[in-house]
């Protein structure tokens, strides 16, 4: 089955540095997601981009989306100690009525 | 207001027990799900029902067993814990299966001893 692997798996920046991290998968997508996991915590939903957009905002949040080379990537801009947590992305394709969730990435902002 | 809900938050047991997990959406969604997370971090599905209905029953062993009562509800119990079993389990809901976002409860961390 279809799964994303994000890359790295783990990241420490300072507060106020820029955080990116990539997902790769396998197979056409209807969408990819990203996930948001504090220490303890459900995982919180992101960032929703469609198979027919390239590039989304939200907030500090920007995800790009490649189809050709199957692969997106998660850019936190001007990190906050709030922003540590692991990062998971989640690819959903038509005919299937699940997302295959990544290992996740673990990003620690050091204030 | 809590969208999804589950309880218990921990839960400690003994081989071989019994125990169940609940939980609830206030969301009006359709489509429920479980997920097993291991120590790892990596996040299985288990379970999927679409209005009471079930719709994704992954190779999971026989004993776990999910209930839906209502399309607001779903809940999981697990027959002769085994060690193995100890992770944390979520609950997620969706407006529809296939692709919507989903949401997610705060987990319930499982320790079989």
């Known amino acids: 089955s279809q799964q994303g692997e994000e890359d790295p798996q783990a990241l420490s920046i300072q507060e106020g540095e820029n955080a990116t991290m990539n997902c790769s998968y396998k197979?056409?997508?209807?969408?990819l997601q990203w996930y948001r996991q504090n220490s303890g915590r459900g995982l919180v939903h992101l960032i929703l981009i469609r198979s027919n957009e390239r590039e989304k905002h939200s907030g500090r949040l920007r995800v790009t989306l490649d189809t050709s080379k199957k692969s997106s990537s998660l850019l936190i801009t001007a990190s906050r100690a709030a922003d540590t947590a692991s990062y998971f992305c989640?690819?959903?394709?038509?005919?299937?009525?699940?997302?295959?969730f990544g290992k996740g990435n673990q990003v620690v902002v050091i204030p | 207001d809590t969208a999804v809900s589950q309880t218990p938050k921990y839960l400690v047991t003994q081989m071989g027990n019994d125990k169940s997990i609940k939980c609830e959406q206030n969301l009006g969604h359709d489509t429920m799900y479980w997920y097993k997370q291991d120590s790892k971090k990596f996040l299985k599905i288990m379970f999927s029902?679409?209005?009471?209905?079930?719709?994704i029953n992954e190779t999971v062993p026989n004993r776990f067993s999910p209930k839906s009562p209502d399309k607001a509800h779903l809940n999981l119990h697990i027959n002769s814990l085994e060690l193995g079993d100890s992770a944390v389990y979520f609950c997620?809901?969706?407006?529809?299966?296939?692709?919507?976002?989903?949401?997610f409860g705060p987990g319930t961390r499982l320790t079989v001893t």
């Open positions: 989640a690819t959903a394709y038509d005919g299937n009525n699940r997302l295959a």
């Open positions: 197979t056409s997508i209807n969408n």
């Open positions: 997620a809901s969706s407006q529809a299966a296939s692709t919507y976002e989903q949401y």
């Open positions: 029902y679409n209005n009471k209905e079930l719709i």
